[in-house]
């Protein structure tokens, strides 16, 4: 853009950026890689359950592809893709220049990429984790089983990254707001990114203590989960979902936002009952932490701890009402604009409303006895999760995609996309409901022919196609958009949508805003547009602009905490290439020295020059 | 655009195939109960499923209006009414929920409770208590009487069957869904539940909770009689004697010695519970839970390499018995009947 700093190539710029919107697209790139990868395991998988007594995968590849394909879907590929719009578009929305430690912004993503790849790397040895992705002791305690300890070091890893991208929106959040940006007037996504860095806070923490004692019992074989030597195996159960239920509303809260997004632009209105949204968001927030034990109503927890947590799961009902009536609310009387963000957005309400009803189904505890552990759980959670997270990130992808990539996805393939995927998703989920009614258990490999299984199973795999066949449409579309897509280089708010980050010019420049806007009312652009001349006033007079100098240290410390964690599942391995304890070193080295360097050097960054800043405006046509 | 949303009408579609009788296999589905535990829960079940319905019709309903309803017309600038809320109906949308949640809490927290029991005999001496062991993968039956049974387990009809559930290695669960609900058998800990068959049959059961490579082939029979027939099986069963068993076969029970099969299966009270206890292997209704009973060549093939058959599994494998010696094996293990041809 400018000549002001010293131009290097385009690997080192992205290996060294601590620009949030690069990071955003980084966080998407890989979040969709594993996405894939998930997606395939997924295909294999149902493929295996096509017809009973199949052979196509044996029972530990099966039971492998299971726990990678939760695993994967779960930490590595619907969080990173919502921290992509996270990273990219909290700070625009709060009308920030950056987020608040773009230094530990850039080491978060090296560092959960690391993890993910560490939890990859089992494949190369032996195979991948196999317990499920709850990893129940004693089945993860298998010693010839090097993929859980790919699993417990990965995630380990993974989850420093997570943890520290969450503290950095909090401080985001809290501290790097626009003048005006009151917190009642904070975007939806926004809000719900907020509640669910403090929900990743607090339930990341007793994950990385339960990894650590799963670490500590397989590698340095300690008797926490032992019962000939006082352990407990519960013990696991309720640490990992004391993190594993709110982990379900860590991914369900921002989906939740970027439908507070994407319905009010394209109904043309504003959200219907914005404080209610705000504390049903918190009350969901809050009820996602009292109710780990459902998860547990056959473990023999007992009638007084099953009925208290199945009544405080059925509350959660209550809040998460609250949105979907008004999401539709918010749509009724609106003129809406049917494309593809909306399409997805839309169809979110009444998708996920189902996902919920069976939730409550699945609370009533002597009932859940029944549905536990079986396929009408599976169809559960996917419903949440396929349809809620997943639908609410393609209506975000198709929403922010023209100011991430300066062009728009084709509506054309997107409708194509959004109808294949539909019609897939239904047929592979709807009937496991009934599945698991007529007797199948969940994660079983193969089942025998004559149990009544076979026709829903086939009926579940063939959805599974038109699923693959639209995420190959989406593919095609992405390629085809970025070769002939519509450019909207120039075109600040091709939505002609409320929120601040329309107000940008596309593409974003580096500081965002060359002057701090003044934020005057909850929806400030649309605000503008219709009491002001459409464009954001600004809180400052144009002036050189503070930026954070780039950094290869979070790549250098990422490497280094994935050769620790190699390193101990090498002290493991029957044969290793060389002494386990010199790749630990090695990694402690690169960790720990990265961490010293980036400590003892004083980096203040550089600015820039408000002539540039100047020249900037007026190419856009501005310049107050 | 109203043709791209006919799709939505799929779910009810299919939810009418369902409804005009597709329910899955008798004796295993649980949308048809066979015992009084399976009715309360498929009543319940229905109940909550009602009101559900009831409300997933009210959102369908909402957002069918709203996508026919309120789209933007070609050139339709006009900016629709901006209102932030209303009190009134987010209070309504409120309220009614908590009503029909309330409805649900009542049979929630009376139904937790009525399938409570402690795991401790001494408390159920009325009714039968069997001792349930889940190992990789099969199941083990204590009976009070002194014997085990493997992989199928005799209760008398029409009475609440006690089943205390422990787990050898990791944890299984224990289900049989036209019977009731399940519960986790759990290394350390001992759980409990109650079951109860209206009429005698052959009910299937499952192992639920993934528990290894061949977690789903962990599958076994409860069979349940008359209690007359009942207390006569029983009887037998704790008459066994090792020799009792041989006579028929003896050459087939010479290979099960030389090969010692007894340490690890039990026949009429002798050896341990390594492996499901053969006493009555002849009754079997499937072996290995999941293989055709009457298939000797598959039977052969799982003495000779149950790897191959169901992974991971602890049995030893028996490559250096030959045709005859497994002819001879297979007839003895046959002879081991209790009930012999008058079952079913």
């Known amino acids: 853009m400018a000549s002001y700093k010293k131009e290097k190539g385009v690997v080192w710029d992205w290996l060294t950026t601590v620009d949030h919107k690069k990071l955003g697209i980084m966080y998407l790139i890989a979040g969709t890689l594993f996405f894939l990868k998930a997606g395939l395991m997924a295909v294999f998988m149902r493929i295996q359950l096509i017809m009973p007594d199949n052979t196509f995968l044996s029972g530990q590849t099966f039971n492998e592809f299971i726990t990678m394909h939760g695993t994967i879907m779960l930490f590595l590929a619907a969080t990173p893709l919502l921290f992509a719009f996270m990273n990219f578009v909290i700070p625009l929305q709060i009308g920030a220049r950056d987020v608040a430690f773009p230094f530990v912004n850039a080491l978060g993503f090296w560092i959960f990429l690391s993890g993910g790849l560490l939890l990859s790397t ?361 070769i002939k897509g519509e450019r909207v280089i120039g075109v600040n708010d091709p939505w002609d949508a409320r929120t601040l980050e329309w107000a940008t010019p596309t593409p974003v420049p580096e500081y965002n805003f060359a002057q701090t806007p003044q934020v005057r009312s909850l929806d400030p652009l649309f605000y503008e547009k219709v009491h002001g001349d459409g464009t954001m006033k600004p809180a400052e007079p144009v002036d050189d602009i503070h930026m954070p100098n780039g950094s290869i240290l979070p790549v250098v410390i990422s490497i280094g905490l994935y050769f620790l964690g190699f390193g101990l599942i090498m002290l493991e391995m029957e044969n290793p290439m060389l002494s386990p304890w010199i790749v630990v070193a090695l990694g402690g080295l690169l960790t720990f020295g990265g961490m010293a360097l980036r400590s003892l050097n004083d980096d203040h960054g550089y600015h820039i020059p408000k002539s540039v800043v100047k020249a900037d405006l007026k190419k856009q046509g501005g310049g107050k | 655009m109203f043709k791209n949303h006919m799709w939505r009408l799929t779910p009810v579609l299919l939810m009418l195939v369902f409804l005009s009788g597709c329910l899955g296999e008798e004796n295993l589905t649980a949308l048809d109960p066979k015992g009084e535990a399976a009715q309360w829960i498929y009543d319940n079940m229905i109940i909550s499923l009602i009101i559900m319905a009831f409300v997933s019709i009210v959102v369908f309903a909402i957002f069918f209006i709203i996508v026919i309803k309120f789209r933007r017309k070609e050139g339709d600038d006009e900016l629709p009414k901006q209102v932030h809320g209303n009190t009134a109906m987010e209070i309504t949308w409120t309220v009614i929920p908590v009503i029909l949640l309330i409805i649900l809490f009542i049979p929630t927290v009376t139904g937790t409770f009525e399938f409570h029991v402690d795991a401790d005999p001494a408390e159920h001496e009325d009714s039968v208590y069997i001792n349930v062991t889940g190992h990789q993968y099969w199941w083990q039956f204590d009976y009070e009487e002194g014997f085990t049974a493997g992989q199928e387990v005799y209760i008398p009809a029409g009475e609440r069957v006690v089943f205390e559930l422990n787990a050898e290695d990791v944890i299984h669960s224990f289900w049989v869904p036209a019977l009731g609900g399940k519960v986790d058998n759990i290394p350390g800990i001992s759980n409990a539940l109650w079951l109860q068959a209206d009429e005698p049959g052959v009910f299937l059961g499952k192992c639920a909770e993934l528990c290894g490579p061949s977690h789903a082939l962990m599958d076994f029979k409860v069979i349940a009689l008359e209690r007359d027939d009942y207390d006569a099986w029983v009887e037998e069963m704790s008459a066994v004697e090792t020799e009792d068993t041989m006579a028929d076969a003896e050459a087939g029970y010479e290979v099960f010695q030389e090969n010692a099969c007894i340490n690890c299966h039990a026949v009429g009270g002798q050896g341990t519970a390594m492996g499901p206890a053969l006493t009555n292997f002849g009754d079997r209704q499937k072996f290995a839970g999941v293989y055709d009973f009457d298939d000797d060549e598959a039977l052969a093939n799982w003495i000779r390499d149950p790897q191959s058959m169901k992974q991971g599994n602890n049995m030893p494998d028996h490559p250096e018995i030959g045709d005859e010696d497994m002819a001879d094996l297979i007839e003895y293990l046959r002879s081991l009947q209790i009930r012999g041809a008058d079952q079913d």
Do not use: C
């Not at chain 1, 993974?158 to 929106?169: E, P, R």
């Not at chain 1, 806070?201 to 300690?222: C, Q, S």
């Open chain 1, 122 to 482: 089992s494949w190369f040895f032996g195979g991948g984790p196999d317990a499920g992705w709850t990893a129940y002791v004693p089945l993860s305690l298998n010693e010839n089983q090097l993929g859980l300890d790919f699993y417990v070091l990965g995630l380990q890893v993974s989850g420093i990254g997570t943890l520290i991208s969450a503290i950095n929106f909090l401080v985001t959040i809290i501290n790097m707001r626009a003048p005006g940006m009151t917190m009642m007037r904070l975007p939806l996504f926004v809000w719900t990114s907020f509640v669910t860095s403090t929900l990743i806070l607090f339930a990341f923490t007793p994950l990385a203590a339960g990894l650590a004692l799963l670490m500590l019992e397989r590698i340095f074989d300690a008797q926490f989960f032992n019962p000939a030597a006082g352990g407990n195996v519960v013990i696991w159960q309720h640490i990992f979902w004391i993190f594993g239920h709110p982990e379900v509303y860590i991914l369900v809260l921002p989906a939740f936002g970027i439908i507070s997004e994407v319905i009010p632009a394209f109904s043309r209105k504003r959200l219907f009952g914005y404080t209610a949204m705000v504390f049903a968001t918190m009350i969901i927030a809050f009820l996602g932490f009292m109710v780990w034990a459902h998860h547990m109503f056959t473990v023999g927890i007992g009638p007084v701890a099953n009925s208290i947590f199945a009544i405080a799961t059925m509350t959660i009902a209550v809040p998460t009402g609250i949105k979907i009536f008004n999401w539709l609310f918010t749509m009724w009387g609106g003129k809406i604009t049917f494309n593809t963000a909306m399409l997805f957005a839309s169809s979110f309400v009444p998708t996920f409303v189902l996902g919920g009803v069976t939730g409550v189904m699945l609370a009533m505890a002597p009932v859940d006895y029944l549905y536990h552990d079986t396929y009408f759980v599976v169809a559960h959670f996917h419903y949440i999760i396929v349809g809620g997270i997943v639908l609410a990130l393609f209506a975000g992808l198709f929403y922010w995609y023209p100011k991430m990539f300066n062009h728009k996805l084709n509506e054309k393939l997107g409708v194509i996309f959004f109808i294949l995927f539909t019609i897939g998703f239904h047929m592979t989920f709807f009937v496991q409901h009934f599945l698991g009614l007529m007797g199948m258990p969940r994660r079983v490999y193969t089942y025998l022919g004559g149990q009544g299984l076979d026709e829903f199973n086939m009926i579940s795999t063939i959805g599974t196609f038109f699923m693959s066949a639209a995420v190959i449409v989406l593919v095609i579309n992405i390629v085809y958009s970025a």
